[in-house]
């Protein structure tokens, strides 16, 4: 009859286990962590992970980020590829497959292209091992298979020990278990001779796991026991987790119940010790089974429902189908591979056609290529032509809008403003050698007078707004200052502020930006019925900001767009590469923004 190991002896082992090996961890550490040269610091961690990858897997995934830093720092690929293979190793004990797979396969990749045959072996058998545990089989043997063939090439007992042990169990889920324990049996054999404690600890579970499957419950308790006392003398938690699992199923299936709680119990505590979630959810679900058999349903469902979760948390859709695409990808890749070495030894055999007519597909694809680029420039050059053809034909526009402007207000000074001048002056001079016969007509006269002279006034007011002298001589500054200036009065209160205008710019920018305003400072005279505006120009190094503000009557600026000029605004500022924002509301004012880039 099986023992049960007793709960202290187990804390007491794993205590003084655990101080041993810190003393080794500790040791390692040192040269990690140390100034000795790559080499040694390397090695160090590979053999931190190798001693210590089934102990403690969160401990493992930190020492292997460190590892890989630094050997990624070193271009060393290979232990790059090992030690992430190792992290696969740690979250596929962690339940997280998807991860793994992906560790997995990135390793391969890395070890495939430098031709380290036997570590990719070693990886083909992690990764033949996901597949199993998700139930993908034919997979499983397919990975199974390629390892074994490395390892049968290159003699190495070990491998052929390892993966004849580990894909017993895929035939096993298959239920042919003649194949499994011929497997199992071959591995035992093996590492029976080579004094394996570890592999032949791992055949006989295996072994009593089939027996136990075909009811032949003395040879099953026979293996699992002698595989428990190996596990023990090892002092590995990892096994003995395992062990005790398996020891619990037997005393299940012969209703031993109190018996099989024990070694489920104990168990469970080392997977809890090693965050291992597959283990706990073995558990539970025979646990549940343990109480349903006892009657407890209560306790069965609360067991059932706890390794669901720890079910769930492994074996979700989404981590399944992670896998399943990074397979085909790596699928893909090989394929793709096999094709391109297929071409190569056609290659070898009709060199010169195929050398002649990859020349000549060369020099087609060239062809193409600057037949391609060509057009492509040829477009760009286009463009550009098209956008400086349409900015100087807005030049063009603007200057003769400016001309013409500068034509009339030249007009308006010099002949009609000089003829009504000529005309005030002869009507004043005329005064003299009239006899008024009475003071209606004196006052009728002088009322004449004074309309000739408004007249004037006006027609100066108007030839400078459109020629205003201050932007033909000065700066913008004092433009916009007189400009101000004129329109300035009771009924309309405007406060400027200006900054940087006191540098000339481009005559064209200037024009422009002083029409702008112009314009804006017009539809406020005319249509806001304000009573006081501000007017805000800053020049910085980011170019010009405007901003025009009134306390007006607003209006909506898509119903009165065209009628009060505002597209005429746009397209002006927008000529300067500039932006303008039109901000109004009914009854609450309007507020231009203009941003000219420097």
Not at 415 to 437: D, E, H, I, R, Y
Request: some cysteine.
């Amino acid at each position: 009859m099986l023992l049960k190991t007793p709960i202290i002896l187990l804390i007491f082992l794993c205590l003084f286990v655990r101080g041993y090996c810190q003393a080794e961890k500790d040791s390692l550490r040192s040269v990690m962590n140390s100034s000795e040269d790559y080499k040694e610091r390397i090695k160090a961690y590979l053999a931190y992970c190798e001693k210590y990858k089934l102990k403690d897997f969160d401990d493992i995934l930190q020492i292997t980020t460190e590892g890989i830093a630094l050997a990624r720092k070193n271009k060393d690929s290979v232990s790059i590829a090992v030690l992430t293979e190792y992290e696969g190793t740690a979250y596929y004990f962690k339940g997280k497959y998807d991860i793994a797979a992906k560790y997995f396969y990135d390793a391969i990749s890395i070890l495939e292209a430098k031709k380290e045959n036997k570590k990719v072996a070693m990886v083909y058998n992690e990764l033949a091992k996901l597949y199993r545990k998700t139930r993908d089989l034919d997979r499983a043997l397919v990975n199974y298979d390629k390892a074994l063939a490395i390892f049968e090439k290159l003699r190495d007992s070990v491998g052929i020990a390892m993966i004849n042990n580990e894909s017993g169990v895929v035939f096993e889920y298959k239920k042919d278990y003649p194949e499994a324990i011929r497997r199992y049996s071959i591995s035992l054999d093996i590492d029976s001779v080579r004094g394996d404690e570890i592999g032949v600890s791992y055949a006989l579970s295996n072994l009593g796991g089939v027996y136990l499957i075909l009811n032949r419950y003395g040879e099953a308790e026979s293996y699992m026991q002698r595989s428990l006392d190996i596990r023990r003398n090892l002092h590995d938690n990892f096994m003995l987790g395992l062990a005790h699992s398996d020891i619990a199923s037997i005393y299940l299936t012969e209703n031993k119940f109190d018996e099989a709680y024990a070694h489920f119990d104990t168990s469970n505590k080392i997977a809890r010790l090693m965050n291992y979630p597959e283990l706990l959810a073995t558990n539970y679900k025979q646990l549940s089974e343990l109480e349903k058999l006892r009657g407890n349903y209560k306790k069965a469902f609360d067991y059932l429902e706890t390794e669901r979760q720890l079910h769930d948390s492994i074996f979700n859709k989404d981590k399944i189908q992670q896998i399943e695409e990074l397979n085909t990808k790596y699928e893909t890749v090989k394929k793709e591979n096999l094709i391109e070495l297929q071409k190569y030894q056609i290659a070898k055999r009709n060199y010169w056609i195929i050398a002649g007519s990859a020349v000549i597909l060369l020099i087609i694809i060239l062809s193409l290529s600057l037949y391609k680029r060509n057009e492509l420039k040829q477009n760009a050059r286009l463009q550009q032509a098209i956008l400086l053809q349409q900015e100087m034909a807005t030049r063009a526009v603007l200057e003769t809008e400016e001309n013409e402007r500068q034509r009339i207000a030249k007009d308006l000074h010099d002949g009609v403003g000089q003829t009504m001048s000529a005309a005030k002056m002869n009507l004043s001079a005329l005064k003299g050698n009239l006899a008024f016969a009475s003071e209606k007509q004196e006052h009728s006269y002088n009322n004449i007078i004074k309309l000739v002279d408004e007249s004037c006034s006006e027609i100066r007011s108007v030839s400078h707004n459109m020629m205003p002298n201050a932007l033909m001589t000065q700066n913008l500054e004092v433009a916009f200052s007189r400009f101000i200036n004129q329109i300035s009065n009771a009924n309309l209160k405007v406060d400027l502020y200006t900054e940087g205008l006191d540098e000339r710019l481009d005559s064209i920018v200037e024009t422009v930006l002083y029409r702008v305003i112009q314009e804006c400072v017009n539809n406020v005279i005319k249509h806001a019925g304000a009573s006081s505006l501000d007017i805000s120009i800053i020049r910085d190094k980011d170019g010009i900001s405007a901003t025009i503000e009134d306390n007006g009557k607003g209006f909506t600026a898509e119903r009165d767009f065209e009628g009060m000029g505002l597209k005429n605004i746009r397209t002006r500022v927008e000529y300067l590469k500039g932006e303008v924002e039109f901000t109004s509301t009914p009854g609450a004012g309007t507020v231009v923004s203009i941003h000219i880039p420097g």
